[in-house]
């Protein structure tokens, strides 16, 4: 990278954010078959990008995430993007420094094609028809949304959970396009245990009688299963320490023995599913979780055809509570990077916060990941 602005003095906030759409008129084929006549992509990008585009920084988003990394789009909105502490002036992934991108991803609710968006066939929602996804074309995609930008190459890509899964798919099947990778809270592939509550939890929208198949009218659909669904999935975000020290046996305050929700954590969960079933589409969980399932590198890591000497960096970085992604995952990352070669460290998070220790502020996360990017 050339020509690199001087490194932010201390961490500010981003002023006014806004997105844009990449709209393409062009089908685009899937890889489990089938095709989408067209895609619209809701991005956002944050800092200045160089003459020589040598500074971009991709961060794909986890499985509930969206284009909206980091600032407010008004001074008034409640929430700052889901990753403010990290992308920002002076912070972790430097906007004074680097050009950051955030697409919302394909099979999303947040602006870019997906269950919710209308079908130009058809004129109607693609609603239940919407065909099934990988994280393989959910690449492809964003990579679209990069060569409009213009960028061949990026400087990195950063990414957790479901994030990090589609930086190590960058590393295989793009490895001359990205310069470094950093994987948080994410492994080679969706373990069973992951498989078995994602199955959980899709059933709980499947079997909620609004559903009717996928086919319901936006506001009218399977929102009791998807709350409680969403519940099932929030369980494994945090660790036990987490919740004993969030709740302990904390009651809620005036609550009755017999009243249906009398534990502190039950009001906690009940709050959780209802704010998700104010921002996210069942269908879209329903693709977006059996993407994420049918995620395995594992095959070709063990054969040696993931990772290449010519490729990416690779930064893993585990959380030592994490029970969804164990550190061993973000290990067996480093172990195959290094066989073949790549120079690949492990950083390992001492926290009780559990899988969703990537998402919250933490200086060491912050210095090594500022040190990674160069």
Not at 105 to 111: A, D, I, T
Not at 161 to 174: C, E, V
Not at 204 to 227: I, K, M, Q
């Amino acid at each position: 990278m050339s020509d690199r602005p001087v490194q932010s003095a201390a961490p500010r906030e981003l002023g006014p954010t806004s997105y844009q759409d990449f709209v393409s008129a062009e089908a685009f084929p899937l890889e489990l078959g089938g095709e989408l006549p067209g895609l619209t992509l809701r991005y956002e990008t944050y800092g200045k990008l160089l003459p020589d585009k040598s500074n971009a920084i991709l961060v794909p988003h986890a499985l509930s995430g969206d284009h909206h990394l980091a600032g407010r789009y008004t001074p008034e909105d409640p929430k700052a993007g889901w990753w403010d502490h990290f992308v920002g002036p002076g912070k972790a992934i430097d906007t004074d420094r680097f050009f950051v991108i955030g697409v919302n991803c394909l099979g999303g609710c947040r602006g870019s094609t997906g269950p919710l968006s209308i079908d130009p066939r058809t004129g109607q929602r693609f609603g239940g028809y919407f065909p099934e996804i990988t994280l393989g074309d959910i690449v492809r995609a964003q990579r679209l949304v990069l060569h409009h930008l213009g960028i061949t190459k990026l400087h990195a890509i950063v990414g957790g959970s479901m994030g990090g899964m589609q930086a190590l798919l960058w590393s295989g099947d793009y490895p001359t396009e990205v310069g470094r990778i950093a994987i948080l809270a994410a492994g080679l592939s969706q373990s069973p245990m992951a498989i078995a509550l994602n199955a959980a939890s899709r059933a709980c929208v499947e079997t909620d009688p609004n559903f009717r198949g996928g086919h319901y009218t936006p506001g009218e659909g399977p929102d009791s299963g998807l709350a409680v669904g969403r519940m099932i999935s929030h369980i494994s975000y945090l660790s036990s320490a987490a919740f004993d020290q969030k709740f302990g046996r904390a009651r809620v305050p005036g609550a009755q023995p017999k009243d249906p929700v009398f534990w502190q954590v039950e009001n906690y969960l009940n709050h959780q599913g209802q704010a998700f079933v104010k921002r996210f589409d069942a269908n879209s969980w329903l693709r977006i979780t059996r993407a994420v399932d049918r995620f395995d590198l594992t095959a070709r890591a063990a054969a040696g055809r993931l990772f290449q000497p010519a490729g990416p960096e690779v930064l893993a970085i585990g959380f030592s509570s994490d029970w969804l992604y164990p550190t061993s995952e973000l290990r067996m990352v480093v172990a195959a990077a290094t066989a073949v070669g790549v120079n690949a460290a492990y950083l390992e998070v001492m926290t009780d916060a559990g899988h969703d220790g990537f998402l919250l502020p933490d200086t060491g996360l912050s210095v090594r990941l500022h040190a990674f990017l160069g």
